[in-house]
């Protein structure tokens, strides 16, 4: 059925997986994303769920791009859009290729690299991280614990019903990027004038934004811009070793590589699943949705729909049967979708070229615990060296 209900999230939740109804509730403003302040006290007791932490951790969420609906969401938009139009994104090619080729010259310069080495640790990790922090102008890179907050972040988004621990170690991750930035915008004469940061700074002095909503876009794009680009290396690798045909095809015709990209978001989507809020009580599919019922758009299970895409199962490259709901659609598709697609087309172009016999190693995938984000933990890969590299 493509709409069921589950009692898996938060007390009861419609799980909506059927490509058209998934793509008709992505575009209907009846499905709201304001479901932040139910879901996030849900796993805490009632002293916790009032401290002075929670309230600041829901105030700042819930100022999220990603959960906000109508005039705010427009709002908001507009003034982080400047920097994800094409044109501007086209500026950062020749710094990505330039991260891009460094991690490539630091897994060849290793000599146990060929042995073995963690794709995920040494490649998919720090290229989305590095490309992150130079879009939105911060000095130097990420502090050491991001990759720790947004594991923190993740697990708690991806929880069905988070737990007190889950939420409480959120609440840290948020409230420390928050001082992260707090210290950078402190100092914006270290901020190149076209970065992300000064552009939100400058809307701040504009009173476009206030402090608490620039705090809120700056942690949430820096997990977000992070986290489904870093998933889209992972699980995209995987299946192009899992598939040699492909992996062939792809290295001998890499005029497929933007389909191939397509292809790796459809078939393994970063994020599996995104929740809405009904405002309204609605039909779909013979169901009755009430007012205030919380549905679960379930985008992985859509991507796979067979009455969508034939053989939905198979991996195919070449696949020429229309976009996928990876990015979402509606006034909420995915802010970051042409920066994460010009990554991946940058750094699968240098893979193929610099390590044509990347190989799944003796040691299995290993797959994070989360059910909304598909991702890898670690990649075991091996390789041979050769002159072209």
């Not at 811009?225 to 690798?237: A, P």
Request: hydrophobic content about 45%; some cysteine.
């Amino acid at each position: 059925m493509a709409v069921q209900w589950s009692t898996a999230h938060c007390g009861g939740a419609w799980i909506i997986s059927g490509h058209e109804q998934v793509a008709a509730a992505l575009r209907d403003p009846r499905f709201s994303v304001r479901r932040a302040a139910r879901w996030i006290n849900s796993g805490l007791g009632e002293t916790q769920a009032d401290s002075a932490a929670q309230r600041r951790f829901k105030r700042l969420f819930s100022r999220s791009l990603l959960f906000l609906d109508g005039r705010a969401h427009r709002r908001l938009r507009g003034v982080l859009n400047p920097s994800f139009k094409p044109a501007q994104l086209a500026l950062q090619g020749p710094a990505i290729e330039a991260i891009t080729r460094q991690l490539i010259d630091d897994i060849l310069d290793d000599p146990q690299a060929t042995s073995g080495f963690d794709f995920i640790s040494r490649f998919a990790r720090p290229l989305p991280a590095l490309v992150i922090a130079r879009l939105m102008g911060l000095p130097g890179s990420v502090p050491p614990a991001f990759i720790d907050w947004a594991a923190d972040l993740a697990a708690f988004i991806g929880s069905p019903t988070p737990d007190a621990g889950q939420t409480l170690a959120a609440q840290h991750a948020m409230q420390a990027l928050c001082d992260f930035f707090s210290t950078v915008l402190e100092q914006p004469q270290a901020m190149p004038p076209d970065s992300l940061l000064a552009q939100l700074l400058q809307a701040r002095q504009q009173t476009q934004i206030n402090q608490v909503e620039l705090l809120a876009q700056c942690s949430t794009l820096l997990f977000a811009g992070y986290e489904t680009t870093r998933n889209l290396l992972g699980n995209g690798l995987l299946a192009l070793l899992r598939h040699p045909q492909q992996w062939q095809l792809l290295k001998s015709e890499p005029q497929w590589l933007r389909s191939a990209i397509r292809e790796m978001l459809r078939h393994d989507s970063p994020v599996q699943y995104t929740g809405r809020r009904l405002l309204a009580p609605l039909e779909l599919d013979g169901q009755t949705l009430a007012h205030g019922d919380l549905a679960i758009l379930h985008i992985g299970q859509a991507n796979h729909d067979e009455q969508r895409y034939h053989q939905a199962e198979r991996f195919d490259i070449r696949r020429d049967q229309g976009m996928h709901l990876s990015f979402g659609q509606g006034p909420h598709v995915c802010l970051g979708a042409a920066l994460t697609q010009m990554e991946a087309e940058i750094a699968f172009t240098a893979l193929m070229r610099r390590l044509p016999t990347l190989a799944l190693g003796a040691d299995a995938p290993v797959w994070q615990d989360n059910p909304a984000y598909r991702a890898l933990a670690s990649l075991p890969l091996v390789f041979t060296r050769n002159s072209h590299a």
